[in-house]
């Protein structure tokens, strides 16, 4: 069979998007793809509990609001872990734990069993993230960091994408395999991070004269980035109702495991398409302008769902116009997030920023759960889209209170000024490049 020649653009653009990156940013990326593509269990626990268990829509939401509480305790635990231990250590034992609390999950009898396990997976899950987040920041300079974020993002979305596909088809024939595919992919991501990753943890502040240490009140009395994470907060009630309500409502419109499997997984397969092309697209662009358009994608991508009735090639529509919004806001965000965290204190800072899509999936699942029982989708889809125009509305207003002088500039990584506090620009004159101790294995 013929092989089609892959055009001479497309195959530049994939170059100039992975070039240039460090060799430790690579391993984190295989390890990364490594994980998500054993990541079954946070996407179909809703469906398991509900179809294959027998538990009702408002269960299924109260166990993923413990997955996301566990999630939320994380984020700061782990972030100021990610500041004290360092960047490996904490990563390596969160996911270690994740493998342990995710296999004893798929053998977990009774709703109290069940609910307390799924705590503890969210625990460990979510304590990866602030040191993921740190390692990319610590190693990749400024002017790289966005696409850094988007290649771990696209690889992210690599693994579920498939992942999802394979497990609908699992699925039908027991769900404890894809616990156990799940705990094993985990297992072996901490392997590659603790064979080929080094510490990153840069120099203790303490070594700098005269600069203040930041801790957690430092960064929850950063008004400025703190708005930022609220904005952020509201988008994501809306995401999680990808995996927790979306999925319960798809069921309760006759639509199957394997159907809800490739629909979600349709997620994954357009992020995994579309990541590099839209991430060269948005260079030059608003930061401001990029949000707002992702916060109306999400939203309204959602709110469409209303409509859906029992036709999975609509549910499959509302999917694609929520994707386009997710892909143009995670890059953007962390990369902004990066860059308004000071060196010493960046553990902390993504945690915080982590938080707020823990606090998302402890909330988002309860409040989606009980409304798609007890008011129906209308008002469960209806209220998303609110919430995405409110969130629009909310980096608008910050777009405009920072000036239009920043706007000026047009490009993505200048733009992130519109958003820094002064006091942060000021202090961070050395995160043009990865600023990190030498490596420590």
Known sequence: MPVLPVPAGARRAVVE?????????????TS???????????????LYLTADRGYSASYAG???????????????????????????????????GTALFTAVLGFADGPVAIAVVAFLVGLCNNATRPATSAIIADIVPAADRVRAYSLNYWAINIGFGLSAAVAGLIATRGYLTLFLLDALST???????????????????????????????????????????????????????????LAVDMGRAGIGSTEYGLVIGLNGLLIVVLQIPLTRWMEGRSRTALLIASALFIGWG??????????????????????IGEILNAPTMMGLVAELSPTHARGRYQGVYSLS????????PAVGGVLLER?????????????????AAGYALLGRRAGSATEAAGAVPVAVAEAVPEAVVGAEPADAGPERAPARS
């Not at 990364?32 to 809703?46: E, K, P, W, Y």
């Not at 509480?69 to 250590?89: E, F, H, K, Y």
């Not at 959602?302 to 994707?323: D, K, P």
């Open 32 to 46: 990364t793809l490594i994980n998500r593509l054993g990541g079954f269990v946070v996407t179909f626990l809703a």
């Open 62 to 96: 109260l166990v993923a609001s413990l997955f996301g509480l566990g999630s939320a305790i994380a984020a700061v635990g782990a972030g100021v872990l990610t500041d004290r231990i360092g960047r490996r250590p904490t990563l390596v034992t969160a996911q270690l």
């Open 187 to 245: 297992l072996v991501c901490a392997v590659v991070i603790f064979v080929r990753i080094p510490e990153t943890k840069p120099d203790a502040p303490a070594a700098r004269a005269g600069e203040p240490s930041t801790g957690l009140g430092t960064v929850f009395a950063d008004a400025r980035f703190m708005a930022v994470v609220g904005l952020n907060l509201l988008l994501a009630l809306v995401a999680q109702q990808g995996s927790t309500t």
């Open 302 to 323: 959602f709110g469409l769902t209303a409509l859906a009735g029992s036709s999975a090639w609509f549910f499959a529509f509302t999917v694609v116009v929520w994707t």
């Open 375 to 391: 008011a129906g989708g209308a008002v469960t889809w209806g209220a998303c889209a609110v919430c995405g125009s409110v969130a």
């Open 17 to 29: 998007a992975v070039s240039g990156l460090p060799r430790q940013f690579w391993w984190l990326w």
């Open 357 to 364: 899509w823990s606090l998302a999936s402890f909330v988002g």
